[in-house]
């Protein structure tokens, strides 16, 4: 039996890997089975291994890979729906989780080198791309670290007056809707509670559109199996036209 030497040879030498580990661990965000990842997204949702970026760039992955196929969906959208339906959870948690994983998919080399992780808020990177388009690069990764989510989403916007604050207070109070402490609307005495609170969601989307520099627009449907068929394809659609802004 040959004795086993009792020799020190120096510290161990760091690999690169080592030096700068990958933020997101989880096994089944980069596997190639379309079932581990699919079991990891539902374990993730339950709390499981909770990790933001993780489930994230495993739904980008579904979506751009089309593992989805695999797992018995003809479209993305309708293994959203299943999620959605099968967690109780809204279909729009899981496209922003998407996005959050397309930025960091995009972005993967620049956010390992700053360290980024589910720490440093990983709801932060959907507004990577538009705070890239208005600022350099160095100061928009440094920013992304310190910031907090909404500085960092204001922040995205580009230059804007330090005034500018007509609609950073829109709210629903008594019978009217506010911006500040001037009234923009009013609801009529007698005005039911379902049909208060329908009109007043459609005005402070408007409101919370145009606070993000952005448009709203209002679609008729016949019921809401028709508004969810739209939904799937409007946030397609909407990720494909910002993928290319």
Excluded: C
Excluded at 220 to 230: K, N, P, S, V
């Amino acid at each position: 039996m040959n004795a086993i030497k009792n020799e020190y040879d120096g510290p161990r030498k760091l690999t690169k890997a080592m030096k700068n580990p990958s933020p997101v661990q989880l096994d089944f965000v980069y596997s190639q089975d379309p079932a581990e990842v699919d079991a990891g997204i539902r374990a993730a949702i339950r709390g499981v291994k909770l990790s933001i970026m993780a489930m994230g760039i495993a739904l980008y992955r579904v979506d751009v890979s089309g593992l989805f196929i695999d797992l018995g969906f003809k479209k993305f959208g309708e293994y959203i729906d299943h999620l959605a339906e099968e967690t109780g959870m809204a279909r729009t948690s899981f496209y922003n989780w998407e996005y959050i994983g397309e930025a960091y998919v995009k972005h993967r080399t620049d956010l390992e080198k700053i360290g980024f992780s589910d720490d440093d808020g990983p709801t932060k990177l959907p507004y990577l791309p538009r705070a890239l388009e208005n600022y350099s690069k160095s100061s928009v990764f440094r920013n992304l670290k310190e910031m907090t989510k909404r500085e960092f989403e204001d922040w995205s916007k580009g230059k804007v007056a330090k005034n500018d604050k007509r609609y950073k207070s829109v709210r629903i109070k008594g019978n009217g809707i506010f911006a500040g402490s001037s009234s923009l609307v009013s609801f009529a005495d007698g005005i039911s509670p379902e049909d208060r609170r329908y009109y007043g969601n459609l005005l402070m989307e408007g409101a919370e559109a145009l606070q993000r520099n952005e448009y709203a627009k209002v679609y008729r449907f016949y019921d809401e199996t028709e508004a969810r068929a739209f939904d799937r394809v409007y946030q397609r659609e909407l990720k494909a036209l910002r993928a290319k802004r």
